[in-house]
Structures are given as structure tokens and as C-alpha cells.
């Protein structure tokens, strides 16, 4: 079955490290792969998108993500986090086959960022 | 959340009654989705639609039912039959029906409870 998988319910981190969020799926073929943020009680913000090309994906708000093929993972990444980064952080997977616009989602991580 | 808005943002449901929520879009974007969101579940597919006219359901359809008659908006209706319907349900779009690499982009949402 196809699936995308955030092993982490929870990230902590203090306001100036770097953070990881980090994504498996399990989705045959090249899927195209995207994350998403969401701030309580709102819609889903895009972030950025893997379709191909370079393996380091630059997005919004300084975010960027890592496209592992052989470890079947997406992670994202920032450098600096700041408080305001804390949110709820969804992975996404487009698989190639389907006939339309389908996205599975992980379960989210929800991002703590600590001054 | 760009140009989708959803209303209300609150609803409140007593059990045995339908209730209509509202998804409307000005991105002249063709396709249009409903997921619902449950904690810790992540984002799942109710009801797709590729083209005014047309709809086809998604992963949990059961209990919903939608309409396609304009372009610009998808309204989902939750029945009676919809046995756990509290949730927080999520309108997305995207630009063109089958694109592979199209976005979706969300609205705000709608949170139902069931009384």
C-alpha cells in the first residue's frame, strides 16, 4: 500500500538551531513529492515541491528540503529556526499513476520552537 | 490561503441533520478537492472534482455527497448518514485537472462538531 510516513509526532527545538522534519513513503515509481505547514485553525500553506532535478529543494520562509531516492525520504530543513516557524508540518506524495491529482499525506509533525 | 474561502468557519451539527459547507474559488482553478482532517491522522480525500459536471469520490466517501455546477465552486454536503462527522474539513484546488505536478492550494477550513 502506498503510504508516507513522519516518524516524529513532535520536534523541539531552540530558536536559532537548525531544524529537521523528517519523511519516508512508500510509493512505487519517481512520486513528486511536496510539504505543507499549518498554523492552528487554518488551511494548509504550500511550502515547496520535488518533481526532479537537483535534490535540494529551496521553498518559502527560508525552508528547504532534501530528496534521498534510495532512502525513499523528503526532509525538511531550515537552517535558523525561529519561533514563529512553530506549526504543524505535512508531508505529501503525488503519486505517478492514479489519473488525477491524488496526494497522500503523513500524519504531520507538529514543530516546537523554543526561545 | 489565497483565493479559496470556506464558510462558515464554525458549524455546528445536531445529529440527524445535513449540513452544507461552502468552498468557493476565484483562481479560475479547474480542479477542486474535500479532504477532512482528524488529529493525529493527517489529511484524507472526500470527494475530487476534474470539471464542472463531474466528480468522482475519494478515499472516504461515505456519508458525503458534493456538487460541481460552476467552476469557481464545490460545495460538500454532510449527511445524516456520516456517522462521525466531527472534523475539520478542508477545501484545496489546483490549476489543471491531471497535472502532475500541479499544487494544491487549501483554504481555510471549516470546523464541524456534532452536538
Known amino acids: ?115 | 490561503d489565497g483565493g479559496i474561502t470556506q464558510s462558515p468557519k464554525y458549524l455546528f451539527r445536531k445529529e440527524g441533520q445535513n449540513v452544507t459547507l461552502s468552498c468557493e474559488q476565484n483562481l479560475n482553478h479547474d480542479a477542486m478537492y474535500w479532504y477532512r482532517q482528524d488529529p493525529g491522522q493527517g489529511l484524507r480525500l472526500i470527494y475530487y472534482s476534474q470539471i464542472v459536471n463531474d466528480f468522482q469520490k475519494g478515499d472516504i466517501a461515505e456519508g458525503y455527497s458534493v456538487s460541481r455546477e460552476k467552476k469557481e465552486s464545490f460545495p460538500l454536503t454532510v449527511t445524516s448518514a456520516q456517522k462521525n462527522p466531527t472534523a475539520f474539513y478542508l477545501c484545496a484546488s489546483s490549476p489543471l485537472a491531471g497535472g502532475t505536478t500541479d499544487t494544491q492550494y487549501f483554504g481555510p477550513g471549516t470546523r464541524l462538531t456534532v452536538l
Open chain 1, 1 to 115: 500500500a502506498q503510504s508516507v510516513a513522519q516518524p516524529e509526532d513532535q520536534v523541539n527545538v531552540a530558536e536559532g538551531n537548525p531544524l529537521t522534519v523528517k519523511c519516508t513513503y512508500s510509493v512505487s515509481g519517481n512520486p513528486y513529492l511536496f510539504w505543507y505547514v499549518q498554523y492552528p485553525n487554518r488551511g494548509l500553506q504550500f511550502l515547496l515541491k520535488y518533481i526532479t532535478g537537483d535534490n535540494l529543494v529551496k521553498g518559502s520562509y527560508g525552508f528547504e528540503a532534501e530528496f534521498n531516492k534510495s532512502q525513499t525520504s523528503f526532509h525538511l530543513k531550515k537552517p535558523s529556526a525561529l519561533v514563529s516557524d512553530s506549526a504543524l508540518y505535512f508531508c505529501a506524495v503525488r503519486p505517478l499513476s492514479g489519473g488525477y491529482n491524488k496526494l497522500i499525506f503523513g500524519a504531520g509533525t507538529r514543530l516546537a520552537v523554543h526561545p
